[in-house]
């Protein structure tokens, strides 16, 4: 085979994505035939031994699939949790369930909305990596009714704890005449952990329910809750496209939201 650099044999083989791969191995807990490995260093599959914290790592033979999950509240994206009750993978059907598939951008547990599963390391690299901007767009719903006049300091973010938080977009959604609404529709394009709820917390309105509806051009749209959807070559795409520009805020519907 091929020799391939180190970072890609190990999100081949599933354990996780290209990036988590890269810092696996500048942490030091990567080893190639008994010696510490090194970013860029490139190893022969099937012939050199590749070890992550101690355990082997063997390409998988598995197809590159990629899935859009609907995510319902009270579901960790993670399939190595030992505190979590329940996982997303449990709404897994079964014939994708034996896959080693992992999360590309996660939504946390009382978020709801879009998630991205996939094999492919190098994919989901694309995702995440914060070079690449692609918008995740996000349905809001505050405690309280939240200003028009205070949208500016969504944009211009806070920061807490040495973390600069901020959207790039905030809309609010059928506002009431006074210029509020508890709904707003937000864009980002990196995504911190908690980084909306973290920001609106700061501003002093807590968030109440969250939920993604679109990554890129691809929408939510069409997928039940808790309902999984292999995408096509075409789908996948979309992922990356530029989104078409958004409705006015004096315009926007709200986008439906689910009952668990």
């Known amino acids: 085979m091929e020799p391939v650099r180190i970072q890609k044999y190990i999100a081949e083989s599933g ?20 010696g510490k490995a090194v970013l860029g260093q490139k190893i022969e599959p099937g012939t050199d031994k590749v070890t992550v914290r101690g355990k082997p790592v063997r390409a998988l033979a598995q197809p590159k699939i990629t899935l859009a999950m609907h995510k319902p509240r009270g579901l960790v994206c993670s399939n190595s949790d030992p505190h979590a009750d329940a996982t997303i993978f449990d709404l897994l ?9 992992f999360c590309a951008g996660r939504l946390d547990k009382e978020s709801e909305g879009l998630v991205i599963l996939t094999t492919d390391g190098d994919l989901a690299n694309r995702l995440m990596h914060p070079s690449n901007d692609i918008v995740k767009r996000y349905h809001v719903t505050l405690e309280e009714p939240f200003p028009a006049g205070r949208i500016g300091q969504l944009l211009k973010g806070v920061t807490i704890e040495g973390e600069h938080l901020q959207v790039e977009r905030a809309n609010l959604l059928n506002p009431s005449r006074d210029k509020s609404s508890a709904n707003l529709d937000v864009h980002l394009h990196h995504g911190k952990k908690r980084e909306i ?3 609106f917390l700061a501003l002093g309105y807590p968030v109440k329910r969250l939920r993604r509806y679109q990554i890129g051009a691809f929408p939510l749209r069409g997928i039940p809750l808790r309902g999984v959807k292999q995408l096509s070559t075409k789908e996948i795409s979309l992922l990356f496209a530029t989104p078409r520009p958004h409705f006015t805020r004096d315009a926007a519907p709200a986008p439906t939201v689910h009952e668990d």
Not at 15 to 34: D, F, I, K, T
């Open 93 to 101: 059907p079964r014939e994708w369930a034996r896959l080693r598939l």
């Open 197 to 199: 709820r973290l920001l």
């Open 15 to 34: 354990l996780c994505s290209r990036r988590a791969a890269e810092a696996l191995v500048a942490a030091g807990e990567v080893y190639v035939n008994g």
